[in-house]
């Protein structure tokens, strides 16, 4: 009888697994940010911190300990939420669309130069409000430019720009807020990097144990207009 | 018992499937790896529990996943980097039970550890139990 139990039991750990899908897709249309702009922002997501006088906005994520020794080509900060919410270098615990309003809202142009169709060849970089992205967290005391956690063996000088792509991002839910390439559906990206570039000519880009805390750990990303 | 040896080898080969899987950038970048070992382990744990109640292949079930446990961690080894055997298997499992901020990687590493260490001792004592009750 016992091992019909043990059985069941391995079996339905292995299929809920299977089955279990974020389940905080809902969202309610309803919802004001501190600003008072409508928003869209899912079930569990936290707020956005908007300061308007500092031209900046303050969001959470988690550091991924998966990219501290496996390469990404792509997604620097994904909401949690979204469809590559486990494949961020950062996983963000704010909505990308609540990000985007909460751009908007401290003044930033959103760029809208890029195409869904572009997304697979190196064509064009990013347009849009040019950003300082900081990383901070408990105790460090200090905001540290968000290149200095990234180390690749291709070193440009971040260019982070503020893409927009809203309805590309409401349509796809990537859950996609910073993008390490020039990103069609990404609220803000690279602009060092053309689309698909680091795809297309291999360029890995890893997360550093030696400054970031540990997996799991919050910090705060800082979002400034430049 | 034969149940058990069944789930943890295969167990292990759906770990060095999703490996190759994970080593390939384009599918990691686009594909949840640990949705697909789930998925995985569990079609090998179907289809082994059927071979085996028709062929026996997991006869000598102790030196069988001793054997198997070793090859699998060299072939992880030479998959994946010293340093990313500490965080690859365990952020495989992390999403493919859609538990980022539930559990941490050092948490699943010691379950890990527990599994596949605990597992091979519980087969072996298992299989020397059968020895001793023969004779």
């Known amino acids: 009888m016992y091992k019909k139990i043990i059985l069941f039991a391995c079996l339905s750990v292995m299929l809920i697994s299977c089955g279990n899908q974020a389940s905080n897709a809902s969202s309610n249309s309803q919802l004001t940010n501190s600003i008072g702009s409508a928003i869209l922002r899912d079930n569990g997501a936290e707020p956005v911190i908007i300061n308007a006088d500092k031209k900046e906005i303050i969001i959470e994520a988690i550091v991924n300990g998966k990219y501290f020794t496996n390469p990404s080509r792509h997604h620097g900060i994904v909401f949690e939420g979204g469809k590559y919410g486990d494949r961020a270098v950062l996983i963000g615990l704010s909505d990308e669309r609540e990000v985007y309003q909460a751009l908007i809202d401290i003044g930033a142009i959103a760029g809208n130069n890029l195409k869904l169709e572009e997304y697979t060849k190196v064509s064009k970089n990013v347009d849009g409000q040019q950003l300082d992205v900081y990383v901070t967290w408990d105790g460090l005391g200090k905001e540290i430019p968000f290149a200095e956690i990234i180390k690749s063996d291709d070193v440009r000088d971040m260019d982070i720009r503020f893409g927009g792509n809203f309805e590309a991002a409401k349509d796809n839910r990537t859950g996609c807020i910073l993008c390490l390439d020039s990103c069609p559906i990404a609220i803000t990206s690279d602009a060092a990097y053309a689309t698909a570039e680091l795809e297309n000519k291999k360029i890995d880009k890893f997360i550093r144990e030696d400054i970031l805390p540990k997996d799991g750990e919050r910090v705060s990303v800082i979002f400034r207009i430049k | ?135």
């Open chain 2, 1 to 135: 018992m034969k149940y058990f040896i069944v789930l943890y080898n295969t167990f292990l080969w759906a770990m060095i499937i999703s490996f190759i899987m994970f080593k390939n950038l384009w599918l990691e970048m686009r594909m949840n790896i640990g949705l697909c070992f789930f998925i995985i382990w569990a079609l090998l744990f179907i289809i082994f529990i059927f071979i085996n109640n028709k062929k026996h292949i997991f006869e000598k079930h102790s030196i069988f996943s001793l054997i198997n446990l070793i090859v699998c961690f060299i072939i992880a080894l030479i998959i994946l980097s010293p340093s990313a055997i500490l965080y690859t298997p365990s952020s495989i499992i992390r999403d493919g039970l859609y538990a980022k901020r539930l559990l941490k990687l050092n948490t699943i590493n010691i379950a890990l550890f527990i599994f596949m260490f605990g597992g091979i001792l519980i087969i072996l004592i298992s299989s020397l139990n059968k020895k001793f009750n023969k004779k």
